[in-house]
C-alpha cells in the first residue's frame, strides 16, 4: 500500500483539504492509500480552518481531525510527499536532502503524468541547479541558457496552489478545485505507476 503524505504551511487549510479530497478520490478508484497530511509550520491539534470546513462539507467529503506538524517520522512513513508550492519542497528537501527523490509538488507530481511536461520539468530544474552553483562560484549563466529557461518558464504551468488562508469562502473553494483538479491526474498517474 502506498503512502502519501500532503503538506502544506500551518495544515489547516491546503493539505487537510487535499488529504480528504485524495481519500475520497482513491476510494472511488479502489486505490489502496495510506494518506496524511501535515504542516511545516503547524501547531499540533490546531481545527481545520472553518472555510476549509465549509468547504469539504460542500462537498460530502469528511473533515479530517487537527493540524499535525511535519516530524522525521512522517517524512520517513511516505512513499511520496506533495507539497503545496515549490517553497514548501524546497523547505523539506533543505531538512531532509536524503528524501529528494519523493518530493514533489502537487501540481508537479499531476503534471509528471502529462506528456512532455516531465521532461520540461526537469531541464528546468536542472538549469536551476546550475545556475545556484554558477551564482554561488560567482559566475553567470550562459544567454543560451537563460533564454532556454525562459522558455521553459512560459509553457510550464505555475506549480504552487493558492493559499486561501484569511480569505473569503470563494477562495477557498477556487484552492480546493485547484486542489481536486491536480489530484485527480494524481490519480491517474498513481493507476499507472
Given at each position: 500500500?502506498?503512502?502519501?503524505?500532503?503538506?502544506?504551511t500551518g495544515n489547516t487549510c491546503r493539505s487537510p483539504m487535499a488529504e480528504a479530497m485524495l481519500k475520497?478520490?482513491?476510494g472511488q478508484r479502489g486505490i489502496p492509500l495510506e494518506v496524511r497530511?501535515?504542516?511545516?509550520?503547524?501547531?499540533?491539534?490546531t481545527p481545520i480552518s472553518p472555510n476549509a470546513a465549509q468547504t469539504l462539507t460542500n462537498r460530502n467529503l469528511p473533515l479530517p481531525g487537527g493540524s499535525t506538524a511535519l516530524t522525521d517520522e512522517a517524512v520517513e512513513w511516505a512513499d511520496l510527499?506533495?507539497?503545496?508550492?515549490?517553497?514548501?519542497?524546497?523547505?523539506?528537501i533543505g531538512r531532509?536532502?536524503?528524501?529528494?527523490?519523493?518530493?514533489?509538488?502537487?501540481?508537479?507530481?499531476?503534471?509528471?503524468?502529462?506528456?512532455?511536461?516531465?521532461?520540461?520539468?526537469?531541464?528546468?530544474?536542472?538549469?536551476?541547479a546550475d545556475w545556484q552553483v554558477k551564482l554561488a562560484l560567482g559566475e553567470t549563466l550562459p544567454e543560451a541558457d537563460?533564454?532556454?529557461?525562459?522558455?521553459?518558464?512560459r509553457k510550464l504551468?505555475?506549480?504552487?496552489?493558492?493559499?486561501?488562508f484569511g480569505g473569503p469562502l470563494e477562495v477557498y473553494e477556487r484552492s480546493a478545485d485547484e486542489i481536486w483538479d491536480a489530484l485527480g491526474k494524481t490519480i491517474r498517474r498513481l493507476e499507472t505507476d
Open positions: 500500500m502506498r503512502r502519501i503524505l500532503l503538506v502544506c475520497e478520490l482513491a497530511s501535515a504542516g511545516l509550520s503547524a501547531i499540533d491539534g510527499i506533495l507539497t503545496m508550492t515549490v517553497g514548501h519542497k524546497r523547505t523539506i531532509y536532502p536524503h528524501v529528494s527523490d519523493k518530493v514533489y509538488t502537487l501540481k508537479e507530481f499531476a503534471a509528471g503524468g502529462e506528456p512532455g511536461a516531465a521532461e520540461d520539468l526537469a531541464e528546468a530544474q536542472r538549469i536551476y537563460r533564454e532556454r529557461l525562459a522558455e521553459l518558464e504551468p505555475d506549480l504552487d496552489i493558492a493559499d486561501p
